[in-house]
């Protein structure tokens, strides 16, 4: 039974109505895929149509449901059905009623039965789990962080208005595909971000990603080939709800509560700090180290759980990192190379050895053009080039057993044309033998025709010979026992007792002896006899064979088979060298015996099937080879996929190594995590839960990660007990946490740092690191307006009015308006116009955006240049993980009241100082900066303020704008 809030809703919705809702749930239950789970306090249960959810209440009698609430799905119930549903079904489905009192008697609910059903449901889930209760809890708060951080965002996009552009353009960035990229001029500034997903307000097929934000200007990438006379010549551009990120956050976290990450012992070692002990590697790094990069190496390819490397600026995270990287790879294990931002990772990718095969993995828009050529994409023809090279010689030794004719036409391949013509001689070999033996037979019996005549004198004549001879044998063998019988006798009859009667043995047996010579003397001239009276008779009968036509004829016929029979045979030999030369460079082929006697027609018939074997394996495997080439060719799908899983070092963000196809089910030995000071909890576990261990590489006295002034709002309505633990995991990071709460076993400070200039290290190490950094810098020449590489210009000496801040145009990140400071602003631009040549690596850091843009313009106007100047004047973000030789920071804010908005957060100001390597320039309002109603903050300054005037250079700014303008 609806009721009057849920047709309502519905009539709101517009796309259906209370019936076309039931009649909807009636045939997805009837098919049996209606999915519903229950919820408690109160009781209810909420069925999932495909575009709605609906809120059921059992009525009084259990025969009935009143439709309570209807909603559109979200991504909050996508999740929630994926942790559990029930599926109903059930032929009968559902009906509409208007009133309870008109349900037919002795109709269910089914209610006791579903709530039993989910009852068991859960019961499997808990012991599925089987977490420990905090650990649980744990995982839930990261659950409600998540998805309340993305319902804001999907609420924020999809209500917000779309970005108004006044024209559009084709632009010369860089193209990497056949999509079309345009830039938008927009009306006014907008919140838009690189890499988010926009369409073209009234033109939704219209979709592609933004490249690039300058100022008003927008590039587009879009997803697909555009018509530029497609796209309106003002319009707007609308932000895309997208949850690509959450998903991947709740996706790591439900790994984590299904006892499925890698590394199973994860959850505990994050909740628990049960990090287990371990004896770093004693083994040398490829390029030296000091000694805490060399600790964090050693201890990097032993630790089984999670290393903590604590690198503050410019002591070299990015080198240990590389080397860590190298050295597991080294022993065989994969690894990945993570981090919040593309800059980050692709700085990592640029420096790693050559030797080491590296993917990069990500949205090329956002990627350096180096970290490009490290893309699968791009690495795919080289690996095709690679392989076929590798292939190349073996397809050429095989070419011989390749066939380049299409199926079903007769073969081209040279060594089977050879063993065709094998066969064909062999097959004629054959049938000539054949014909001589016919020809043979037919001969034999013309003879026996032709010799008809004597045939009968001339069987006599054999048979009288074969008689003879068998009497000359029985002769032949009676004389030589003879013969035998006498020397026996003859060798004893001198000597011994018994020598006079060998004597007359040897006598009487001599006789016998002569006598058995002279009958076989007279066998032997019958014998004699017999043999010339045949040949007589033989030679007889071959004048008659001679003489007769038909037996003449068929000994021709014999000869010139045989004479055909040798030839073949001497051309199958020939074939048989070939193809034995064709197989010889062959790798790994059958091997072949030697060719045959010349008459051994057997043997040639067998020689013939072993070839024809060698030579149909061999064509098998020319075959698969020449099929495998070409498909290599056209198969960058499957080379990628191939690139990836044998990389040694798979780069990229946190979230883009769950959001590529690329990746998935891919696992990692270690993954090594750069700027984890700035990386939330959810955005952390999305790489942790895919590696077996992790090595975490930041600085939580840098950036914290970013926190949206919605979700700061959310967070700071929260009451009870779970918001301080929600603000906690908000502000602070998990490297801090884990840092802090890591054994010494476990963690390692670098405390060597190379970069900044020794009086302006000095300061950072006091204030930040409390004095454990030690510097080994070369220095550099003098500066030509400053006695110090570490300087302020003060413009506190400036009328109020001068130095003040003013309220900015430029809408900032988090939403709110900025603020400009054009004083400031013309400082810097003196400060640069002057430095640009001493220092051509350079950057001016201000806070705001709108600061930022008002510098831009200036620099802009004496300079020109205006691409080299936007990519060398930014906020404080811009330049994290960045170093140049100069830098020129404005603090833009200047008041009365001591104001400094965010500029409390100290540890953006370690971030904008600490980047530079040969000079720092502070330019702000020493007044509001020490008098700041943020008390750390004014400390800060203070002890600032006391650092440059024992260690540095303080000036008044009219002295310094004085002396630029003398010197320029």
Same mark, same amino acid.
């Given at each position: 039974?609806?009721?009057?809030?849920?047709?309502?809703?519905?009539?709101?919705?517009?796309?259906?109505?209370?019936?076309?809702?039931?009649? *909807?749930?009636?045939?997805?239950?009837?098919?049996?895929?209606?999915?519903?789970?229950?919820?408690?306090?109160?009781?209810?249960?909420?069925?999932?149509? &495909?575009?709605?959810?609906?809120?059921?209440?059992?009525?009084?009698?259990?025969?009935?449901?009143?439709?309570?609430?209807?909603?559109?799905?979200?991504?909050?119930?996508? *999740?929630?059905?994926?942790?559990?549903?029930?599926?109903?079904?059930?032929?009968?489905?559902?009906?509409?009623?208007?009133? +309870?009192?008109?349900?037919?008697?002795?109709?269910?609910?089914?209610?006791?039965?579903?709530?039993?059903?989910?009852?068991?449901?859960?019961? &499997?889930?808990?012991?599925?789990?089987?977490?420990?209760?905090?650990?649980?809890?744990?995982?839930?708060?990261?659950?409600?962080?998540?998805?309340?951080?993305?319902?804001?965002?999907?609420?924020?996009?999809?209500?917000?208005?779309?970005?108004?552009?006044?024209?559009?353009?084709? !632009?010369?960035?860089?193209?990497?595909?056949?999509?079309?990229?345009?830039?938008?001029?927009?009306?006014?500034?907008?919140?838009?971000?690189?890499?988010?997903?926009?369409?073209?307000? #009234?033109?939704?097929?219209?979709?592609?990603?933004?490249?690039?934000?300058?100022?008003?200007?927008? +590039?587009?990438?879009?997803?697909?080939?555009?018509?530029?006379?497609?796209?309106?010549?003002?319009?707007?551009?609308?932000?895309?709800?997208?949850?690509?990120?959450?998903?991947?956050?709740?996706?790591?976290?439900?790994?984590?509560?299904?006892?499925?990450?890698?590394?199973?012992?994860?959850?505990?070692?994050?909740?628990?700090?049960?990090?287990?002990?371990?004896?770093?590697?004693?083994?040398?790094?490829?390029?030296?180290?000091?000694?805490?990069?060399?600790?964090?190496?050693?201890?990097?390819?032993?630790?089984?759980?999670?290393?903590? %490397?604590?690198?503050?600026?410019?002591?070299?995270?990015?080198?240990?990192?590389? *080397?860590?990287?190298?050295?597991?790879?080294? +022993?065989?294990?994969?690894?990945?190379?993570?981090?919040?931002?593309?800059?980050?990772?692709?700085?990592?990718?640029?420096?790693?050895?050559?030797?080491?095969?590296?993917?990069?993995?990500?949205?090329?828009?956002?990627?350096?053009?180096?970290?490009?050529?490290?893309?699968?994409?791009?690495?795919?023809?080289?690996?095709?080039?690679?392989?076929?090279?590798?292939?190349?010689?073996?397809?050429?030794?095989?070419?011989?057993?390749?066939?380049?004719?299409?199926?079903?036409?007769?073969?081209?391949?040279?060594?089977?044309?050879?063993?065709?013509?094998?066969?064909?001689?062999?097959?004629?070999?054959?049938?000539?033998?054949?014909?001589?033996?016919?020809?043979?037979?037919?001969?034999?019996?013309?003879?026996?025709?032709?010799?008809?005549?004597?045939?009968?004198?001339?069987?006599?004549?054999?048979?009288?010979?074969?008689?003879?001879?068998?009497?000359? @044998?029985?002769?032949?063998?009676?004389?030589?026992?003879?013969?035998?019988?006498?020397?026996?006798?003859?060798?004893?009859?001198?000597?011994?007792?018994?020598?006079?009667?060998?004597?007359?043995?040897?006598?009487?047996?001599?006789?016998?002896?002569?006598?058995?010579?002279? !009958?076989?003397?007279?066998?032997?001239?019958?014998?004699?006899?017999?043999?010339?009276?045949?040949?007589?008779?033989?030679?007889? @009968?071959?004048?008659?064979?001679?003489?007769?036509?038909?037996?003449?004829?068929?000994?021709?016929?014999?000869?010139?088979?045989?004479?055909?029979?040798?030839?073949?045979?001497?051309?199958?030999?020939?074939?048989?060298?070939?193809?034995?030369?064709?197989?010889?460079?062959?790798?790994?082929?059958?091997?072949?015996?030697?060719?045959?006697?010349?008459?051994?027609?057997?043997?040639?018939?067998?020689?013939?099937?072993?070839?024809?074997?060698?030579?149909?394996?061999?064509?098998?495997?020319?075959?698969?080879?020449?099929?495998?080439?070409?498909?290599?060719? #056209?198969?960058?799908?499957?080379?990628?996929?191939?690139?990836?899983?044998? @990389?040694?070092?798979?780069?990229? !963000?946190?979230?883009?190594?769950?959001?590529?196809?690329?990746?998935?089910?891919?696992?990692?030995?270690?993954? %090594?995590? #750069?700027?984890?000071?700035?990386?939330?909890?959810?955005?952390?576990?999305?790489?942790?839960?895919?590696?077996?261990?992790? +090595?975490?590489?930041?600085d939580h006295h840098q950036l914290p990660p970013y926190l949206d002034d919605e979700v700061k709002g959310w967070m700071e309505s929260l009451r009870g007990g779970a918001a301080e633990q929600v603000a906690d995991l908000l502000r602070r990071s998990a490297f801090e946490r884990l840092y802090l709460s890591a054994d010494d076993q476990h963690r390692v400070m670098l405390t060597i740092q190379r970069r900044m200039p020794e009086p302006l290290a000095r300061f950072v190490s006091d204030r930040f690191y409390s004095g454990v950094l030690t510097t080994e810098h070369p220095g550099g020449p003098s500066d030509s307006v400053f006695r110090a590489p570490f300087a302020m210009v003060d413009?506190?000496?400036?009328?109020?009015?001068?130095?003040? *801040?003013?309220?900015g145009r430029r809408q900032e990140e988090w939403g709110r308006g900025g603020y400009i400071n054009p004083f400031e602003a013309d400082l810097i631009t003196l400060l640069i116009t002057w430095y640009v040549d001493q220092y051509p690596d350079w950057a001016v850091i201000v806070p705001y955006r709108a600061q930022v843009e008002l510098v831009t313009e200036q620099l802009t106007k004496a300079l020109g240049d205006a691409a080299v100047i936007a990519d060398n004047v930014g906020t404080v973000d811009a330049f994290q993980g960045g170093e140049r030789d100069l830098i020129v920071y404005g603090f833009t804010r200047s008041n009365k009241q001591g104001d400094i908005g965010f500029l409390?957060?100290?540890?953006?100001?370690?971030?904008?100082?600490?980047?530079?390597?040969?000079?720092l320039v502070l330019v702000g309002d020493g007044s509001t900066l020490r008098a700041a109603r943020d008390r750390p903050f004014a400390e800060l300054m203070l002890a600032l303020t006391d650092h440059l005037t024992h260690s540095g250079d303080l000036r008044p700014s009219r002295e310094v704008q004085q002396q630029l303008e003398g010197l320029l």
């Amino acid at each position: 039974m609806p009721s009057g809030k849920a047709v309502e809703q519905l009539a709101r919705d517009r796309t259906t109505n209370a019936v076309g809702l039931i009649g *909807e749930m009636a045939r997805l239950c009837a098919a049996g895929t209606l999915p519903a789970r229950i919820e408690e306090s109160p009781a209810r249960l909420i069925v999932y149509t &495909q575009r709605h959810a609906a809120t059921l209440y059992v009525s009084d009698h259990g025969d009935a449901y009143r439709l309570g609430h209807v909603a559109r799905l979200t991504f909050k119930d996508q *999740e929630r059905l994926l942790r559990g549903a029930l599926t109903l079904m059930g032929v009968a489905g559902w009906r509409a009623f208007e009133h +309870v009192r008109d349900v037919p008697p002795g109709w269910s609910a089914q209610w006791p039965a579903i709530a039993r059903e989910w009852s068991l449901l859960d019961a &499997q889930r808990a012991v599925a789990s089987a977490h420990p209760p905090h650990h649980a809890a744990y995982l839930d708060l990261l659950t409600e962080v998540v998805e309340a951080t993305r319902d804001i965002e999907i609420e924020r996009q999809r209500t917000a208005p779309p970005a108004q552009y006044a024209r559009k353009r084709s !632009t010369r960035e860089e193209r990497h595909s056949g999509r079309g990229v345009y830039t938008f001029t927009l009306v006014r500034p907008a919140r838009l971000t690189v890499g988010a997903p926009v369409f073209i307000a #009234d033109e939704p097929n219209l979709r592609g990603r933004i490249v690039r934000v300058d100022g008003l200007d927008v +590039v587009v990438r879009f997803d697909s080939a555009v018509d530029y006379r497609s796209i309106p010549d003002q319009g707007g551009l609308h932000e895309l709800p997208s949850d690509r990120v959450h998903k991947a956050q709740l996706d790591a976290i439900e790994t984590l509560r299904q006892g499925r990450a890698v590394n199973p012992q994860l959850l505990a070692e994050l909740v628990d700090r049960r990090l287990r002990p371990f004896s770093p590697a004693a083994v040398a790094p490829r390029e030296p180290l000091d000694p805490g990069q060399l600790s964090a190496f050693r201890s990097a390819l032993r630790v089984p759980d999670q290393l903590l %490397v604590l690198g503050p600026p410019g002591t070299g995270k990015t080198r240990t990192i590389i *080397e860590i990287a190298a050295g597991s790879v080294a +022993v065989g294990e994969r690894v990945l190379v993570t981090s919040h931002t593309n800059r980050a990772v692709d700085n990592v990718l640029e420096r790693l050895p050559g030797h080491l095969r590296a993917v990069r993995v990500g949205n090329e828009d956002s990627m350096t053009s180096q970290a490009r050529t490290f893309m699968v994409e791009a690495q795919v023809q080289g690996l095709r080039d690679e392989i076929l090279a590798a292939t190349e010689g073996t397809a050429s030794r095989l070419s011989a057993f390749a066939d380049a004719q299409p199926p079903g036409s007769a073969s081209s391949a040279p060594a089977v044309r050879w063993l065709e013509f094998l066969g064909a001689q062999v097959d004629e070999a054959r049938a000539a033998d054949a014909r001589a033996q016919t020809a043979a037979a037919a001969g034999d019996a013309a003879r026996q025709r032709a010799i008809a005549p004597i045939a009968a004198q001339l069987a006599m004549a054999g048979a009288a010979l074969q008689r003879v001879r068998a009497d000359l @044998a029985g002769a032949e063998r009676h004389l030589a026992a003879a013969r035998r019988r006498f020397a026996a006798a003859d060798a004893r009859a001198s000597r011994g007792l018994l020598a006079f009667f060998f004597r007359w043995l040897a006598a009487r047996r001599w006789r016998s002896a002569q006598a058995a010579e002279a !009958t076989a003397g007279s066998v032997r001239a019958a014998a004699g006899q017999a043999e010339a009276a045949h040949v007589g008779l033989l030679a007889q @009968a071959d004048a008659l064979a001679w003489r007769d036509p038909e037996t003449a004829r068929q000994a021709a016929a014999r000869d010139a088979a045989a004479v055909e029979r040798r030839a073949a045979l001497e051309q199958a030999r020939r074939a048989a060298e070939v193809i034995r030369d064709c197989l010889r460079p062959v790798p790994a082929a059958p091997g072949l015996p030697p060719a045959p006697e010349a008459d051994d027609l057997a043997g040639w018939e067998q020689h013939r099937r072993l070839t024809a074997e060698a030579v149909t394996a061999v064509r098998s495997r020319a075959g698969l080879l020449a099929e495998w080439r070409d498909r290599v060719r #056209d198969a960058d799908e499957e080379l990628q996929r191939e690139l990836v899983r044998y @990389a040694d070092v798979v780069v990229a !963000t946190c979230v883009g190594t769950a959001t590529t196809a690329l990746l998935a089910e891919l696992e990692f030995d270690l993954a %090594v995590v #750069d700027e984890a000071g700035q990386i939330s909890t959810p955005n952390l576990l999305v790489p942790l839960v895919r590696a077996k261990r992790s +090595v975490l590489v930041g600085d939580h006295h840098q950036l914290p990660p970013y926190l949206d002034d919605e979700v700061k709002g959310w967070m700071e309505s929260l009451r009870g007990g779970a918001a301080e633990q929600v603000a906690d995991l908000l502000r602070r990071s998990a490297f801090e946490r884990l840092y802090l709460s890591a054994d010494d076993q476990h963690r390692v400070m670098l405390t060597i740092q190379r970069r900044m200039p020794e009086p302006l290290a000095r300061f950072v190490s006091d204030r930040f690191y409390s004095g454990v950094l030690t510097t080994e810098h070369p220095g550099g020449p003098s500066d030509s307006v400053f006695r110090a590489p570490f300087a302020m210009v003060d413009t506190a000496d400036q009328p109020v009015a001068r130095r003040a *801040e003013r309220p900015g145009r430029r809408q900032e990140e988090w939403g709110r308006g900025g603020y400009i400071n054009p004083f400031e602003a013309d400082l810097i631009t003196l400060l640069i116009t002057w430095y640009v040549d001493q220092y051509p690596d350079w950057a001016v850091i201000v806070p705001y955006r709108a600061q930022v843009e008002l510098v831009t313009e200036q620099l802009t106007k004496a300079l020109g240049d205006a691409a080299v100047i936007a990519d060398n004047v930014g906020t404080v973000d811009a330049f994290q993980g960045g170093e140049r030789d100069l830098i020129v920071y404005g603090f833009t804010r200047s008041n009365k009241q001591g104001d400094i908005g965010f500029l409390k957060e100290l540890r953006r100001i370690n971030v904008a100082i600490t980047r530079a390597r040969r000079q720092l320039v502070l330019v702000g309002d020493g007044s509001t900066l020490r008098a700041a109603r943020d008390r750390p903050f004014a400390e800060l300054m203070l002890a600032l303020t006391d650092h440059l005037t024992h260690s540095g250079d303080l000036r008044p700014s009219r002295e310094v704008q004085q002396q630029l303008e003398g010197l320029l």
